[in-house]
T-cell receptor
Framework: QKEVEQDPGPLSVPEGAIVSLNCTYS??????FMWYRQYSRKGPELLMY????GNKEDGRFTAQVDKSSKYISLFIRDSQPSDSATYLC????????????FGKGNQVVVIP | EPEVTQTPSHQVTQMGQEVILRCVPI?????FYWYRQILGQKVEFLVS????????KSEIFDDQFSVERPDGSNFTLKIRSTKLEDSAMYFC???????????????FGPGTRLTVL
């Protein structure tokens, strides 16, 4: 089983729709769960992170972690064309020199 | 706003040649990383570096790879004898330890696209 799985299918939504992205993972040691956003020709940029299970909200973005199911989600409400990007889930077990394990990414296109 | 920079943005090389990819991490950061992303694949961890030594490396990071912080500002990745399968986007990242209870965000550079012919 792959360490982090993210269905890499592209997603096209109309402006204002809710975008729902998710990842599953197999490594029980993961404690920190991140969502990175990557624009074309740029490096990944941290969008949100969550420690252990629970929800975290930041404006139009909500991250959810369910450690019992090894499942994380990102929701984008009222999506805007500027949200068009590739979204990568990432996770790590420890602080300090924390190797990030990434999912494959979802390309999201928000159509005006 | 401080950012991680990488040079060159695109490097084309012949198979078997040595390449050095350069990174300038954010100035007060202490942890440094290299990742790579083969086209259409995941971003993969290569190596982390702290206090002038490798902290962790993946199985990808074999004897053909080496890292160095030659002058206190640059952080380099050397591939001694490039193979076709080394063609990828290479990302440098850096982070600063925020404390035991906080996640120390890794800031990524824009990447160097390496093409091995």
């Amino acid at each position: 089983q792959k360490e982090v799985e993210q269905d890499p299918g592209p997603l096209s939504v109309p402006e204002g729709a809710i975008v729902s992205l998710n990842c599953t993972y197999s490594n029980s040691a993961f404690q920190y769960f991140m969502w990175y956003r990557q624009y074309s020709r740029k490096g990944p940029e941290l969008l949100m992170y969550t420690y252990s299970s629970g929800n975290k909200e930041d404006g139009r973005f909500t991250a959810q972690v369910d450690k019992s199911s090894k499942y994380i989600s990102l929701f984008i409400r009222d999506s805007q064309p500027s949200d068009s990007a590739t979204y990568l889930c990432a996770m790590t077990a420890t602080l300090g020199n924390n190797r990030l394990a990434f999912g494959k990414g979802n390309q999201v296109v928000v159509i005006p | 706003e401080p950012e991680v920079t990488q040079t060159p943005s695109h490097q084309v090389t012949q198979m078997g040649q040595e390449v050095i990819l350069r990174c300038v991490p954010i100035s007060n950061h202490l942890y440094f990383y290299w990742y790579r992303q083969i086209l259409g694949q995941k971003v993969e961890f290569l190596v982390s570096f702290y206090n002038n030594e490798i902290s962790e490396k993946s199985e990808i990071f074999d004897d053909q790879f080496s890292v160095e912080r030659p002058d206190g500002s640059n952080f380099t990745l050397k591939i001694r004898s490039t193979k076709l399968e080394d063609s990828a986007m290479y990302f440098c990242a850096s982070s600063f330890p925020e404390g035991l209870q906080a996640y120390n965000e890794q800031f990524f550079g824009p990447g160097t696209r390496l093409t091995v012919l």
